[in-house]
């Protein structure tokens, strides 16, 4: 059974910092990519960051980069992937989501359920 297990969301003031932790099992999630993406009301949803499977980050959104770092622990049956949030602004408030793709693959196939962060000015 796949599972993606998001957990660290909060409120916080903005200049604050957070951060969210993904327990991913289910598959040889070392052989995938690891991401976080986040969803606003009323817009799309966002990549934020990932971490290639082949190890390092691959990617972040101009709109953390300076402030946000993904990092990975690949486990024997699980995967952790954390994202440190420093610095929160107002508009980094969303529900953050961690999922997953194979190596090689353009969609993300795996998703957890969402965390919601909200930073308060």
């Known amino acids: 059974q796949v599972q993606l297990v998001e957990s660290g969301g909060g409120l916080v003031q903005a200049g604050g910092s957070l951060r969210l932790s993904c327990a991913a099992s289910g598959r040889t999630f070392s052989s995938y990519d690891m991401a976080w993406f986040r969803q606003a009301p009323g817009n799309e949803r966002e990549r934020v960051a990932t971490s290639s499977w082949r190890g390092g980050t691959t990617y972040y959104a101009d709109s953390v980069k300076g402030r946000f770092t993904i990092s990975r622990a690949n486990a024997k049956n699980t995967v952790t992937v954390d994202l440190q949030m420093n610095n929160l602004k107002p508009e980094d408030t969303a529900v953050y989501y961690c999922?997953?793709?194979?190596?090689?693959?353009?969609?993300?196939?795996?998703w957890g359920q969402g965390t919601q962060v909200t930073v308060s000015s």
């Open positions: 999922a997953a793709r194979m190596m090689g693959a353009r969609m993300f196939e795996y």
